[in-house]
């Protein structure tokens, strides 16, 4: 069955269609979506850590990356597990489609060790993946969102069927644990639970995650308080529920991880003024 995707179309204004992926593709693909937008005037914005891998298929003009890995200009690129900001910035127009992978996604479909992509964004040809490569072509050549979200999937479902990666039934299971938990489950729990000590979990978790199991847990509660950080709420209240210690231990993760302080974050997050907009479907393709 085709995804099914929602679009959200601004008057005059940007365009963004969020879809499914396959059913087989659960607990490997989160989401994919299309964007159309523009403008006259450099856009930065800031991509904080979230736990995921992201994959950007442009159809046209290259991005601008400013992060842990140094600046850099690809069009179509893989960015890993990060525990750093990155900032992108354009002018002009940016086309494409993003499709956001769990990191142990990403380790079933691409079968490397993740390390290799912690912290960088390779340009999508230098993985040596050809159907990866050749997609963004193919995608800006289809009539519609509908097939080029039907195309996502075959080439994942591809993937997936030629991969013999997969991650140690250990492995998924702590990386549960600490998305479950958001980042607050124990390393020692972890490896009593696996029945694996802390060095092996930490070396194999590491291996297939890209991050080891404290960095990624630091991560994941990260981006527990980023997602309960809304106007109104206290950020005594968000540390707190996120099992920070307290408000000054919220305030240096956020300097760390995003770069910002949590009010900061919060300012850059708050989306312009926009006319009104509407929601529609986009039709499923068999």
């Not at 691409?110 to 999508?124: H, I, Q, S, Y």
């Not at 195309?151 to 991969?163: K, Q």
């Not at 968000?238 to 920070?244: F, L």
Request: charged share 20%.
């Amino acid at each position: 069955m085709a995804a099914r995707a929602a679009m959200l179309v601004g008057v005059d204004g940007p365009e963004y269609v969020l879809a499914t992926p396959h059913a087989a593709l659960s607990g490997l693909a989160v989401r994919y979506q299309g964007y159309r937008e523009f403008s006259a005037v450099p856009l930065r914005r800031r991509q904080a850590p979230t736990g995921t891998c992201t994959l950007i298929l442009s159809f046209g003009a290259a991005l601008r990356l400013h992060g842990p890995a140094g600046p850099s200009a690809p069009a179509s690129f893989l960015a890993g597990m990060h525990d750093a900001a990155v900032l992108t910035e354009f002018t002009g127009a940016q086309h494409g489609m993003q499709v956001d992978l769990t990191p142990l996604g990403l380790y079933t479909l691409l079968g490397r060790p993740m390390p290799e992509l912690t912290n960088v964004a390779p340009p999508v040809d230098a993985l040596e993946v050809p159907e990866l490569g050749a997609l963004p072509e193919r995608l800006a050549a289809d009539p519609g969102w509908p097939q080029r979200f039907a195309r996502l999937d075959a080439v994942l479902l591809s993937r997936l069927a030629a991969s013999r990666a997969r991650p140690d039934p250990e492995v998924a299971w702590a990386w549960r644990q600490l998305v479950r938990s958001g980042g607050t489950a124990a390393v020692h729990d972890l490896a009593t639970g696996t029945g694996w000590s802390r060095r092996h979990l930490l070396t194999r978790f590491r291996t297939q995650v890209g991050l080891a199991p404290k960095p990624a847990a630091r991560v994941l509660r990260f981006r527990r308080a980023a997602d309960l950080l809304v106007p109104g709420r206290g950020i005594a209240d968000v540390a707190a529920a996120s099992g920070y210690a307290d408000h000054a231990h919220l305030v240096r993760e956020f300097r760390a991880l995003a770069g910002c302080t949590p009010s900061e974050y919060l300012t850059e997050r708050a989306p312009p003024p926009a006319p009104d907009r509407q929601e529609s479907h986009v039709p499923d393709v068999e």
